[in-house]
């Protein structure tokens, strides 16, 4: 079933689809860091809410520009983690802006929303027509450290969604505990090794470390700090030993 979706989506986006049906948009997926950057949602309703909720904790400064928020919100701007201006839109809104939602319920002003951020060169988001602004947003799986990212290139929301909740049934917890115990090791690693060279040689070795399928079996203890530094230690004195 999953590869089944895969296929079909990936056909729709094909340009020589011989059914004429219209290309998809060709997305580039990246991860921002928007800690301290200026994301503005224009619109304070469920579709904003949806937009503004996964932005709290990347310690990005939300505003949100809107006569009226949701409950969800208004609690969030109450407790401090969100700016809210209560009024409507106006035009002027984007400046210094980093990352801009246009969520209101007005096709109108969402476009209007576009315009400036366009204007300015500002990456948008358009709710209401994906299509209209510079980029989507994907469905998400996250666990920790492992973030699973997932977009049908806006033809089907509902399958992204589908799509994203079967790896978190198939993937999630063992994958969950390989990328917590990599980033521990890769952590430590950064603070005791500084030569690059020898750092690549440790992250390869990590990489060909048969740990994922030991968690899979059940068969994995966690590494605690002492053992992921005895273990860095060792992998340094085989170098030494090389040379």
């Known amino acids: 079933m999953l590869y089944a979706l895969l296929y079909e989506f990936m056909h729709r986006a094909c340009d020589c689809d011989p059914r004429g049906v219209k290309p998809l948009a060709y997305y580039v997926p990246f ?55 209560k009024r409507k839109y106006q035009s002027g809104d984007l400046n210094d802006a980093f990352l801009v939602f246009a969520a209101t ?25 994906g299509e209209k602004g510079s980029f989507i947003t994907p469905s998400v799986l996250r666990r920790q450290e492992l973030i699973v990212a997932v977009s049908t290139s806006g033809a089907g929301p509902r399958a992204s969604r589908d799509l994203c909740r079967n790896i978190n ?9 390989y990328i917590h115990f990599l980033n521990s090791v890769r952590s430590e690693v950064k603070k005791m090794v500084r030569n690059d060279e020898l750092r690549k040689k440790i992250f390869r070795l990590l990489s060909e470390m048969d740990v994922l399928s030991q968690i899979s079996a059940g068969a994995f203890r966690e590494w605690d700090q002492d053992r992921i530094r005895n ?13």
């Open 105 to 129: 319920n007005q096709s109108e002003v969402n476009d209007a929303v576009v315009q400036e951020a366009n204007s300015l060169n500002i990456p948008v988001n358009h709710t209401g027509d």
């Open 231 to 243: 273990w860095i230690e060792q992998v340094i004195a085989g170098r030494q030993e090389e040379k």
């Open 31 to 85: 991860m921002l860091n928007l800690r301290g950057r200026r994301c503005v949602t224009v619109g304070g309703g469920h579709v904003a809410e949806r937009k503004v909720i996964p932005l709290l904790d990347s310690g990005a400064d939300i505003v949100v520009i809107s006569p009226e928020l949701t409950g969800t919100l208004h609690q969030r701007y109450e407790e401090g983690r969100l700016h809210w201006m």
């Open 169 to 177: 049934e198939h993937y999630g917890d063992d994958y969950e505990a």
